[in-house]
């Protein structure tokens, strides 16, 4: 069944039991992500018990279909709706999905996918079972900024200069999951003032630049292929207390919009148009970067990065290794592999 945001909504304050599937999609990931966690929060205490919660990858899927069926019907030894996270997923997917919804069992398989088409048969699975539910996502426009600001002030009883809010809505881009990340360190930051109203010089302070040109950095090292520039981005970063969940993220933001130009590059269309056709289109300072590294990737090599990225938050999560190490690890993987691609 397709649904509205406010559709969607109903769900999260009472989940239906027969709904079997939710499926996300949509050209911002960041709030495809923030929307499949709420989703999984409203069925689940705890979307990280690993009694409670599967996580899987679209390319898991194809290479053992019978996983997600038998995930699917799997009973909690604790007791409990269960809940199958299935992350990138594509059209390449949807007959297997389709098989699983016919299984025992009811746990509830929350999809994250990119935008489908009309024709996607992913989503015609979603918006026509009786037992589904669709929802695509757009990136945030002004409105939407202005609410999520005013929604995460609220929570921690914040307040906020009116030049402070427009400073964010002209820094802050159109990646949902980014921008919360962005807002929760400025109130972060408030806990340390006796204020509890944001100033400008308070929103500069907490997320000023610095921040963002290391994020600029390690995503450019990533994939252009610089590992030693990578390694140096990556020191700066974690020492300066920034997640490593966090910044899979954005190299995964940045991975999509390179993943959806190179598609259309391949189709025939020249590259200066296809990057300003992403919404939001390239801004001007990174144009250079994102020409050279469409260049070094293939769509295909894009798809298999953002599987990586995928699985490597997985792993993160529930691998018990230190997050910062298999992050680390991924992205000094895709640096590589940039590095001998430029080479050829």
């Known amino acids: 069944m ?27 990931a960041g709030l495809v992500r923030e929307l499949a966690d709420r989703v999984a929060l409203a069925v689940v205490p705890d979307p990280n018990d690993p009694f409670l919660v599967a ?19 799997a009973i909690s030894m604790i007791g409990g709706r269960r809940v199958i996270r299935l992350r990138q997923a594509t059209d390449r997917q949807a007959e297997t999905i389709a098989r699983a919804l016919d299984s025992a069992g009811d746990a ?68 949902r999951l980014v921008n919360r990340g962005e807002l929760e360190k400025l109130a972060l930051y408030m806990m340390s003032s006796e204020s509890r109203r944001v100033s400008l010089e308070d929103a ?6 610095n921040g963002s040109a290391d994020m600029d950095r390690i995503v450019n090292a990533t994939l252009s292929g610089d590992p030693a520039s990578l390694d140096r981005g990556l020191a700066r970063a974690f020492a300066a207390g920034e997640g490593a969940i966090g910044i899979l993220r954005v190299v995964t933001w940045t991975t999509m919009r390179l993943h959806l130009a190179r598609g259309l590059v391949e189709e025939g269309m020249p590259v200066d148009r296809a990057m300003a056709s992403l919404k939001p289109p390239v801004i001007y300072p990174r144009q250079d970067g994102f020409r050279r590294q469409l260049s ?41 592999y940039a590095r001998r691609a430029k080479r050829k």
């Open 204 to 209: 500069e302070a907490a997320i000023g630049d």
């Open 296 to 336: 070094i990737w293939s769509r295909a090599q894009l798809a298999d990065a953002l599987t990586l990225l995928a699985e490597t938050e997985i792993a993160c999560k529930t691998t018990g290794m230190p997050a910062d190490t298999v992050c680390a690890r991924a992205l000094v993987s895709l640096a590589s």
């Open 2 to 28: 397709k649904v509205n945001p406010t559709g969607l909504e109903r769900f999260l304050r009472k989940p239906d039991p027969a709904v079997r599937l939710v499926l996300v999609h949509g050209d911002d």
């Open 55 to 73: 996580e899987l990858t679209g390319k898991q899927i194809d290479d053992d279909p019978a996983r997600l069926s038998d995930e699917a019907a």
């Open 108 to 175: 509830l398989v929350v999809i994250e996918a990119d935008a489908l088409g009309k024709y996607s048969r992913l989503r015609k699975l979603g918006e026509d079972s009786a037992i589904a539910l669709a929802l695509a996502c757009y990136a945030d426009g002004a409105g939407a900024l202005d609410g999520l600001i005013d929604e995460v002030m609220a929570r921690h009883k914040l307040s906020m200069d009116t030049e402070a809010q427009d400073w964010l809505r002209e820094r802050l881009g159109s990646d």
